[in-house]
């Protein structure tokens, strides 16, 4: 069973603070896609990464695919309330015919 | 632009009641479609997919079966629910097998 395993599974800190979410898997993925899901609704993709070794930003939050193609990570800067929502994260694992597999989400809150 | 609706929003059935959830896709052509249940907060749990119309693929074998009568419409079906089919249930759609997903809003089912 393949398994992209994401940390932390949930995360209080108040406001102004800085945070990582990872997700790991012995998997390499062709690329990776973070969402943000908010309460009764769908998920929303904030951003795809392709190539190993790869940042992209976006205003606060920085994402990083790892060198290998095997790990991505999250970092916000100074959370704001308005960060607060499930995180996920979803791979399309090369060594499985390309399924897309999914993280079991980070769930964050941010404290004004 | 791409727009994905999904419906009813909330749902609530008795245990046995036969299900219909309907899904539709407008601004693309021959999406890939896909029916995922996700669990209360965590990550997502891919039920059915669909290449083309008539194409369906089972992830999980379950009481639930899925249709895809017309290119941009898919539809989740029971015929006699039961209690553990309860759930968010989501729709998305791609426009590659390796491309991001794209999500509805969801549906809420309960089954009492």
């Known amino acids: 069973t393949q398994l992209l395993e994401q940390s932390p599974q949930f995360l209080s800190i108040q406001e102004g603070e800085n945070l990582t979410v990872y997700c790991n898997s012995s998997?390499?993925?062709?690329?990776l896609q973070w969402y943000r899901q908010e309460p009764g609704e769908g998920p929303v993709l904030l951003v795809t990464?392709?190539?190993g070794g790869e940042v992209k930003k976006l205003k606060r939050l920085t994402f990083q695919f790892g060198d290998a193609r095997k790990d991505s990570s999250l970092h916000i800067t100074a959370a704001q309330p308005g960060d607060t929502g499930l995180y996920l994260c979803?791979?399309?694992?090369?060594?499985?015919?390309?399924?897309?597999?999914w993280g079991a989400g980070t769930k964050l809150i941010i404290k004004p | 632009s791409q727009t994905i609706h999904q419906w009813p929003a909330t749902l609530v059935q008795p245990v046995g009641s036969p299900l219909s959830l309907e899904c539709t896709v407008e601004?693309?052509?021959?999406?890939?479609l896909y029916w995922y249940r996700q669990a209360a907060g965590r990550g997502l749990q891919l039920l059915f997919y669909?290449?083309?119309?008539?194409?369906i693929s089972s992830e999980v074998p379950q009481n639930l079966s899925a249709s895809r009568p017309q290119d941009r419409q898919f539809i989740l079906s029971s015929k006699k629910l039961l209690l553990s089919d309860s759930g968010f249930y989501l729709c998305?759609?791609?426009?590659?097998?390796?491309?991001?997903?794209?999500f509805g809003n969801g549906t809420r089912l309960t089954v009492t």
């Open positions: 979803a791979g399309y694992d090369m060594d499985s015919n390309y399924q897309l597999i």
């Open positions: 998997s390499v993925f062709s690329s």
């Open positions: 990464v392709v190539t």
């Open positions: 601004g693309t052509s021959n999406p890939n």
């Open positions: 669909s290449v083309g119309i008539g194409q």
């Open positions: 998305a759609w791609s426009t590659t097998r390796n491309s991001p997903l794209h």
